[in-house]
């Protein structure tokens, strides 16, 4: 009796087990591949965050074509032909292996490179990356016809792909990235692979054995398990699917691009959105799934709405930590709504390919949405708090019986909304007639609520946020916009402000922006002060240090800067140097070449040369050698990691002459850059000094700044150490815990502050 009962219970445990190590094994790799692509990637484009984005777009679509062969297979045709066709699929995805970028790989120089960077992606890994989009629904389906006792409701093996993608996600920062190189990373990742293979050919043989009916679904377990049972997905429940799965995505990539620019510029960071979005597909098909959607569902307004009021504001807390928690805590909270309500209208496991197919629509047109589309109609990122504003819409609560709640929470929705223009008009306008043409504004928006949302009181305010939001300027830094701009590499914000300057009460000072990181800046009443360098530049800063150490020996020099910014670095410059820069970004040369702007480059040198493209690309192409390069290099805070691995250094030297000077701007909130520099130096043979300038009194025209200069000859930085400076330059010590980065490996984790 007990061999009898336990052979039963074998076998129903082991096809439980085979499928869903299958599942966790496909979604660890899909996961895997996903940063580790996505990083080998960054270096030929700048390090920008719409690298990631664009990979996401791509993951996302790919991923939608997995789901239709996936749904096309299943249904039209009998299982033996679905195992031809599928194995042949997956031995022709083995000639991608291993996977790597061509070598000859270089992205165009003008133009947006969302296009190169597609191709790049699908012609590398399209094919791996297809069969894996295709497993989690391929294996599902094929479950339910197995004659399991849970064959009836297969979903719940998505937990176990679900739980894959997460740990995986999260490994890759923290043991596999610290670890491992790129080349060994791709490797390790082919064998997975084929032991995928391995798994699914496994899985499919199993399906070719005679199997029993599947149980008869009782109608008590279709009670408990809550779902939503139709005959047949009608076209408004599969519209339904596409909007609660279209939000989550696009917020997902506005939280990436938004906590990018506005917050901290550190790759780390792209991958935790990710793993929340992950995390709640677990939580919203768990058992424990009706539980936490009816709190959340309750939860979201009061969270969310306050939010709003505070993200329209011009207001920042002053630890990134705790406003990162602030905007993550809103994401989860905004997408565990919608997915909740997805995972409530799932429909009977007949559907099922079809149900994940529209799932996997939605998530690739929000992903559409936000990289190509948002960009062109958008000058920042206003996508981010539009998406909050429609999760709040999808809020089933004013459907709910509960008339003491409906009421209570469209009075507090309804003051929230108030409230937001009231906080919108004393941050933004402060010109009478922009008071009268908002106020006009509320009237015209009121009636428009008012016919379109009267049997739904609770719409009423949320579509005037969602006026707010595409009619107000998103948070500014202090002063008036004179210009912004959007493309692949960030948004570029020029402000005008007027201050007491240089002792003149009136004094106009002009500042450009990359996120929330001032790039620039030139002051503008006074043309004796236009060519003087300021900020991070300024005369009484490390930059001045060196140019005045080297001034008498430096009027032919031939200077290289890696980073236009607004060219300030010329207030430097002698009638008989040579300088040159190098600059990604297109829209920044067209902001530093505008005199209505800035004039440093129109004003304060008579010749220079802009080299557009990646600088590692474009030096690779000079053959002029420099007694000066520069290297300040910055996507909003962060320096992009290939201007600084090993491979970086010797080509940057290679590029000086004998006696010339190597000259790194490392400021930085998060990393300590100075390791990296300094295991460079100490391998190299290097002579390096560093100084970290902090000044009493931090003004938009003398900032905070860390410097390191290094050369081959320790005699060349001599003159630095024996003038006296303020906050003295000093040499470096060595790191032995830092693992040197190389075009194979980097790794912040490494060189967190």
Known sequence: MDIIQHSATKREISPVFLFALTLFSSASLMFVLQPMFGKALLPLLGGSASVWNTCMVFYQSILFFGYLYAHLLSTHLSYHKQFFIHSALIIISLSFLPISIAESSAPPTVGNPSVWLLSILFFS??????????TSPLLQKWFSGLGHQTSHDPYYLSMASNSGSLIALLSYPFLLEPELGLTQQQQLWSTGFLFLAVLIAVCMIMQLKPQALPPKIQPNKLEESNIFLVDKPGLRLQLHWILLSF??????????????????????????????????????????????????????????????????????????????????????????????????????????????????????????????IAPLIFSSIYEYPLAIIFALLLNPSHRENNVYLKAYLEKFIFCTYLFTFMTILYFNFNQFSNIVLLGFSILVVGFVNYFLFHKYPVFFPLFGLLIVSCAAPEKQQRGQLLHQSRNFYGVLTVKHQTGNYMGNPNETLHELYSG????????????????????????????????????????????????????????????????????????????????????????????????????????????????????????????????????AIELYLSRLNRNGLLVFHISNRYLAINKVLSDHAEKLGLSLLIKEFRSKQKTPLLSNSDWVILARNPAQLEPMLTTNWRGDWHKLPHYPNVRSWTDDFTSIMTVWK
């Open 125 to 134: 890994i399209g094919l791996p990356f297809f069969i894996l989009s295709t």
């Open 247 to 372: 939000i989550p995505s696009s917020l997902l990539l506005g939280t990436t691009n938004y906590i990018s620019i506005d917050i901290a510029t550190v790759p780390l960071l792209w991958v935790i959105p990710l793993a929340i979005y992950l995390l709640s597909f677990i939580l919203v098909f768990s058992k424990y799934s009706t539980a936490i959607h009816k709190k959340i569902v309750l939860i979201q307004p009061w969270v969310c709405m306050p939010f709003l009021i505070y993200y329209f504001s011009e207001q920042k807390l002053s630890d990134f930590s705790v406003e990162l928690i602030l905007h993550f805590l809103v994401f989860f909270i905004s997408i565990m709504v919608c997915h909740g309500e997805l995972a409530k209208r799932r429909p009977p496991t007949q559907f099922l390919t079809q149900y994940y197919l529209i799932m996997s629509l939605g998530g690739m047109l929000g992903g559409i949405f936000n990289s190509f």
């Open 516 to 647: 929330t990181t001032q790039h620039g800046a030139q002051l503008f009443s006074d043309y004796n002060l236009h060519c003087m360098p300021n900020g991070y530049y300024s005369q009484k800063g490390p930059l001045g240090d060196i140019f005045t150490t080297y001034n008498h020996m430096n009027n032919d020099w031939h200077i290289g800067v890696v980073g236009l910014g607004v060219g300030e670095m010329v207030g430097y410059a002698k009638a008989s140097q040579s300088w040159t820069f190098f600059e990604l970004d297109p829209n920044v040369v067209e902001i530093a070449t505008n005199p209505n702007y800035f004039t440093f480059l129109t004003e304060c040198i008579d010749h220079y040369k802009v080299q557009l493209g990646d600088a590692r690309i474009t030096l690779e192409k000079q053959h002029q050698s420099f007694d000066l390069l520069v290297i300040d290099a910055f996507t909003s805070d962060a320096i992009p990691t290939h201007l600084l691995t090993k491979e």
